[in-house]
């Protein structure tokens, strides 16, 4: 384990630890109010660690492999002792595991028991990604005092309802989760998930969608078959959404976040909550998708989390960090979003032109979306291996998918803030999808996603206004380079693909191709709208 441990600092780059001699107890047992006793192994120095801050960290995913050793092993090196917990009916824990349901009452009663422990310190510390960050997010507003500080990553208090709206339904991440959750502590899990990936994927294209998960995992998923059932505002969801908590934790918060994270405007909904009520917060925002693997968590648990654990303060720093794709640099600011980006419209015109002036008069642009052959999802905000920012010119070269482009800019355009886009559309079906797409084209005409978003039209056969919500970014169009927006109707699996009738998308059979129009002229001035400053 020591070369573990080595492999470890050096992978990551972390400070040489205080101590590499850890103990675990393994299968603590933490009894609930009902009676269902939950697992948990207690990672500590051999010597001293009942003295130490506790770190928190409640999963549905295992107490062993890179929750373990890559985030307790470091942690328990550095200063804390580490309890990891198995949330209910996951890896050796009593109860059922009903996704979300139990975060709040078996996280309280967890934070109870903790107290009372003989090698308890004085201090806890609230750490973890994902699901992870949620479970704390499900208790915050009634922490015990024994909680110092909250350290969510990549993760909301609303969780998995944004990819639920019935105006866009995000398919490939929820399905994929429920297909991973649903075998996970079978022998052999990383490999059986490179296999499980691609049942998903074949899994996807089922009509109806309900059968998707018998075709993927051989039996249906209470998980897939709810979300497929009830969308966002479903009353189904009501005991998992905990935005309304935010606003009272009453402990310093640092969240992390990713500009291709699958979970970004949630967390960044979470931080301006609670800069507005004037809580304790600081943000980062680096480059990172969902899967990536960087070592901001870590740091932040032993300067942040460690700081406050002890009473003391953090480094000190501006509450907003964010990492400038395209400058590939750091910039710290006061607030999110920050100060001194105005809102700019770039506007589509004929020809695959793009800019601010005003367009002018032109025909609509028509392309033909047929979710038989669905235009596909390119890197971007997914939970698979290999997105983020991608090459998209052979996405650009389909025939779906329309790409307006400004001439080569002759000053650095910085963009950073939220990003929207409205675009007049007309479909020959009442039911119809748009997505839009920000690229950055550079001097070789490789073009790079930015960000993007999709809404879900019901009266696409009217000419309508649609407008559309992309990922927040912090991006830099350096000059001579080219800003493109893409504007297409699908980009599958990622999204669910719109069949064209109006069928709920768990039962629909049908799939009906449409001609979709793309308006660009005076009277409508389709446009993509960025908070941009130009930079010396």
């Not at 009942?50 to 307790?72: D, F, H, N, Q, V």
């Not at 052999?188 to 490179?194: A, D, G, Q």
């Not at 018998?214 to 005991?239: K, M, N, V």
């Not at 300067?303 to 964010?322: I, K, N, T």
Request: glycine share 10%; proline share 9%.
């Amino acid at each position: 384990m020591t070369l573990m441990s080595r492999l470890l600092q050096r992978g990551i780059g972390l400070d040489t630890p205080v101590t590499r001699d850890v103990t675990v107890q393994h299968d603590l047992r933490v009894p609930m109010p009902d009676g269902v006793e939950l697992l948990a192994d207690r990672w500590a120095p051999r010597t001293g660690g009942a003295s130490l801050p506790t770190a928190l960290l409640r999963s549905p995913y295992g107490r062993a492999g890179l929750i373990g050793t890559g985030m307790a092993r470091p942690l328990a090196e550095r200063g804390f002792q580490v309890l990891i917990q198995s949330v209910r009916g996951t890896f050796g824990s009593g109860g059922e595991f009903d996704p979300f349901r139990h975060e709040r009452t078996d996280g309280l009663a967890t934070l109870e028991w903790v107290v009372e422990q003989p090698w308890f310190g004085d201090s806890i510390v609230l750490v973890g990604a994902s699901y992870l960050g949620y479970t704390q997010w499900a208790m915050a507003d009634s922490l015990p005092p024994q909680v110092k500080a909250m350290i969510p990553n990549e993760t909301e208090s609303a969780l998995t309802l944004e990819f639920l709206r019935a105006d866009g339904l995000s398919l490939e991440t929820p399905f994929g989760w429920g297909t991973m959750v649903a075998d996970q502590e079978r022998p052999f899990p990383l490999l059986r998930r490179i296999a499980q990936g691609r049942k998903d994927r074949r899994a996807l294209a089922t009509l109806p969608l309900n059968r998707a998960d018998t075709a993927a995992i051989g039996r249906p998923s209470g998980y897939i078959q709810d979300f497929l059932a009830h969308d966002r505002d479903d009353e189904h969801w009501a005991g998992i959404d905990h935005r309304h908590r935010v606003a009272q934790v009453g402990v310093p918060v640092s969240s992390i976040a990713g500009w291709y994270d699958i979970f970004l405007p949630g967390q960044l909904r979470d931080f301006e909550i609670l800069q507005a009520a004037g809580r304790p917060a600081r943000l980062t925002v680096g480059p990172w998708t969902h899967l990536s693997r960087h070592s901001t968590p870590i740091r932040e648990a032993l300067g942040f989390g460690l700081a406050h654990a002890r009473g003391e303060q953090p480094p000190e720093r501006d509450p907003v960090r964010l990492y400038v794709t395209g400058a590939e640099t750091w910039q710290d600011f006061g607030h999110w979003p920050p100060p001194g980006y105005p809102p700019r419209r770039f506007h589509l015109q004929p020809g695959g032109a793009l800019a601010t002036e005003p367009p002018v008069e032109s025909a609509p642009e028509v392309y033909r979306y047929d979710p038989a052959d669905p235009t596909p999802a390119v890197g971007g905000a997914r939970m698979v291996p290999g997105p983020g920012r991608v090459d998209n010119t052979e996405l650009e070269a389909r025939p779906d998918v329309l790409a307006y482009t400004t001439p080569p800019l002759d000053d650095d355009v910085e963009v950073i803030g939220e990003v929207g886009a409205e675009i007049w559309f007309r479909s020959s079906l009442r039911y119809a999808d748009v997505f839009v797409r920000l690229c950055d084209v550079d001097q070789r005409g490789r073009s790079y996603n930015v960000c993007d978003g999709l809404i879900s039209l019901t009266d696409a056969d009217e000419l309508t206004r649609a407008t559309v919500t992309l990922w927040p970014t912090a991006h830099r169009f350096k000059r001579g380079h080219r800003i493109r927006v893409q504007v297409s109707s699908g980009a599958f699996p990622r999204y669910a693909r719109n069949p064209g009738t109006g069928e709920p998308h768990a039962t629909a059979t049908t799939l009906r191709a449409a001609d979709q129009a793309v308006h660009h002229d005076p009277a409508h001035p389709s446009a993509i709208i960025l908070p941009t400053s130009r930079t010396p």
